[in-house]
């Protein structure tokens, strides 16, 4: 990074942390209202709350100190995922959300408009998926092409439905060319489908890759790769939580922290694997060093031009596997967060609080 940011002044207290499985936000908004075209905020409003669903995060913000940095209440939401976090954002429960790149589109498709004020991927993403494509014991599939006339788990809505549809796209077949099954992408659903006949292939990702081998590949099991960029990671807001100028403000301190903190974890690699998936998700530490190392490392991009055309061409096919129309993919950003992630990068870097 060239130059060091300043931060930005804070003015709230310490913030108060709550695990919650769903918090309640005002349906008033609790500061002015702040035009799309005005400059954010630059001090956080005494008596300022946000509700955040962002599980990982919270546990790297606590453990690297960065929560502390934090002007406002914070409460924290157990919530994750397309589905959950915009039931959520329509119950005007939560402020900001965690989520792949496909559920802002489904929102804004849904009437639901939000954008996009943070977006990360993976350093060398072909090398570090997120997913690989399980493939069902006798299934008899070596390559993307032989998933013609084949079943294939499908989760509209979600990173891997889209993801799916974008397979397809790079082997050449349409949606009538294989047969989708749709289910939903809750843990081992897919490779319960797929060990069970259910389905034939299905995006697996997780411990589920190295699980389901282990368990079924006697049997014939096996995971191929997309070789296709999936890496996509955004933090996402109702456009009317981003109006609140005080809210908006919250957030921008949010995300200017979020790379900051999701470095930490990689530079802290012991405790993190025990913090969040020993002792948080209940894994084995076998398991947790196997998830560390599969996500590699995270990039933030100072510009989000090319992230912006990425998800322009993931749109496009997306919208004609759906049929749903084609959305502008600059119009789901909110660029005046675009330099904040930078911004804490550098001035904390990995380091955390001091």
């Known amino acids: 990074m060239s130059s060091k940011a300043t931060r930005r002044t804070l003015i709230a207290g310490a913030p ?3 695990a919650l499985a769903l918090a309640a936000c005002s349906e008033e908004p609790s500061g002015p209202v702040l035009a799309a075209d005005a400059a954010l905020p630059d001090e956080v409003p005494s008596g300022t709350k946000l509700v955040v669903g962002d599980p990982s995060n919270q546990l790297a913000y606590e453990r690297s100190g960065l929560v502390k940095e934090l002007g406002f209440e914070i409460e924290w939401a157990n919530i994750s995922g397309g589905p959950k976090t915009q039931e959520a954002f329509r119950a005007q429960s939560l402020d900001i959300g965690s989520v792949a790149d496909i559920p802002p589109i489904h929102a804004n498709w849904t009437n639901l408009p939000t954008k996009i004020v943070a977006a990360s991927g993976r350093l060398e993403p ?10 069902a014991p006798g299934a008899g ?13 499908y989760s ?10 974008r397979i397809l ?22 490779s319960n489908a797929l060990a069970g006949g259910e389905v034939d292939a299905a995006p697996i990702g997780g411990t589920q890759v190295k699980s389901y081998v282990n368990k079924y590949g006697a049997d014939g099991a096996t995971t191929i790769p997309h070789g296709l960029r999936d890496d996509p990671w955004v933090l996402y807001a109702p456009v009317e939580v981003l109006e609140d100028a005080s809210k908006a403000a919250a957030i921008a301190e949010y995300v200017r922290l979020w ?17 969040w998936f020993v002792e ?14 599969r996500e590699g490392e995270p990039d933030f991009p100072e510009n989000w031009d090319e992230t912006i055309a990425r998800h322009q061409e993931t749109i496009e096919v997306v919208a004609e596997g759906t049929g749903n129309p084609v959305l502008e993919a600059e119009d789901l950003y909110d660029r005046r967060f675009e330099p904040l992630v930078t911004e804490g990068i550098d001035a904390y870097g990995e380091a955390g609080a001091t």
Request: glycine share 10%.
């Open 16 to 18: 108060a942390v709550a």
């Open 126 to 135: 072909l090398e570090h998926p997120i997913y690989d494509l399980g493939i």
């Open 141 to 153: 599939i070596t390559s993307l092409e032989g998933l013609r006339g084949k079943k294939i788990a």
């Open 156 to 165: 509209p809505g979600q990173a891997q439905g889209a993801l799916v549809l």
């Open 169 to 190: 796209d790079k082997a050449g077949l349409s949606q009538d060319d294989v047969e989708l099954i749709e289910l939903p992408s809750t843990a081992d659903t897919y």
């Open 259 to 275: 790379g900051a903190a999701r470095l930490w974890t990689r530079a802290n690699r012991e405790e993190w694997i025990n913090a």
């Open 280 to 293: 948080h998700e209940g894994l084995s530490y076998e398991d947790g060093e196997y998830l560390f190392d």
